[in-house]
C-alpha cells in the first residue's frame, strides 16, 4: 500500500542533522513506494530543501514564520499540524533527539494518534510496517505494528542508514503559509553550551569516560584521542556526579543514548543504566582494571589494565597511524 509520509526536518545551526536523512530512508520503506514529504519549518529554512533532496525526499514542504525562529514546541507543533491538515500524510517520521521527544508526542496527542518512540529499524512485511525498539534499558527488543491511524514514530539516530546521496536529485518545494497564534513562551536568548568538535549524538566514535578517571584533569585525555578518532566525549553518570564533567556528556538511561560505530569505555563499570545508552553501538572498547568487570559483558574488545598506563599508549599508537 502507498503511502504519503511526512518526514521532520530538524535544523541545528543553520543544517539539517543526520538522522533527518536517517528518517528519509525509514520514510521511504513506511511510505512502500508512495511519496515522502521532508519538512522544513523555522524563519529561513528553505535553503535547506536540496539537502532533503539529495537524499531521497521526493517533495518538501517549508513553513517559514519569524514566530518560528527558534525552537518552541508550541510554535511548531502550530506549524506542523497546519502541515499535516495539508497534507494528510499516512505516516510521519521525527528523530528521537531531545527536539523530537518533544515535539513527537505533542503532535501525536493533537492528531489523536500513537506514537511508536526510539525505533532502531522499520521494514515492511506483507504489508504491515514493523518497528523494532529497545525496552528494558535495551536488554530486550519489541516489534511493534500500528494497525490503525497514521504510522507515527521516532527513530534513534545512527541505526537507519540514510539512502546514497545524489546530488542531481531534486523535487518541487511547496510553501505553506500559517498564522502562528501567540506563543505561550518567546525564547529571548539562547546561550550555548560550548561542547567542542562533532554532536555527541550523532559521532561516529565516541570515548566514555567513568569514575575511573579520577578527576577532571584525568579526562583531558579523552578530548585528546576524540580529537585523533575525530570523536566525540561522553561520560557514566559516576563520572557527572563526581564533578569530573558535564552532565551533557552523561550517556545512559538518564542521559544521552549514543550508536557510533566506536564506543571506548574509560574506567566505566559498566552498569545497567549506562548500558542502556551505549549497548547498540557497532564495536565496544572497554578499558578497566578490574577483569570482573560489567562492561566486558558487552564488550567486543577489553583491555584490562591501569587506564593511566594503557591511555597514553593508545593516543601515541593512534597518532601515529
Ligand atoms: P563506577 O561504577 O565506580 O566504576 C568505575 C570503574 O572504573 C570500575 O569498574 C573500576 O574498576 C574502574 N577503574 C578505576 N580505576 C581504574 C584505573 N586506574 N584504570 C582502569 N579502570 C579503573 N549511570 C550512567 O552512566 N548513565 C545513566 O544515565 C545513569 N542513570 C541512572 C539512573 C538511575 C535511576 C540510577 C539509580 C542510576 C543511574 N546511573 C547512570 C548510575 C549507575 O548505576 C552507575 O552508578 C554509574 O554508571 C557508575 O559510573 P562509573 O562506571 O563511572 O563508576
Redesign the pocket.
Known sequence: MARKVLVFGEVKEGSLRNVSFEAIAAGKTIAEGGEVVGVLVGDAVAQLADHFFHYGADRVVVVEHEKLNHYTSDGYSQALLAVVNEEKPEGIVFGHTSLGKDLSPKLASKLDAGLISDAISVEAVGGNIVFTRPIYSGKAFEKKIVTSGIIFATIRPNNITPLVKDEAHTGEVTTIAVDIKDLRTIIKEVVRKTSEGVDLTEAKVVIA??????SADGFKPLQELADVLGGAVG????????GYCDYSL???????VVTPDLYI??????????L??MSNSKVIVA????PE???FNIADYGIV??????LPILIEEMKSL
Request: proline fraction near 0%.
Open positions: 569516560g567513568g569514575r575511573g578517571l579520577k561520560a557514566s553518570r559516576g563520572a557527572c556526579d563526581a552523561q550517556i545512559g538511561q538518564t542521559g544521552k569505555a574509560v574506567g566505566i563499570s559498566g552498569a545497567i543504566q549506562h542502556a545508552g578499558i578497566n582494571k578490574d568487570a560489567n562492561i589494565g591501569d587506564l593511566f598506563e594503557v
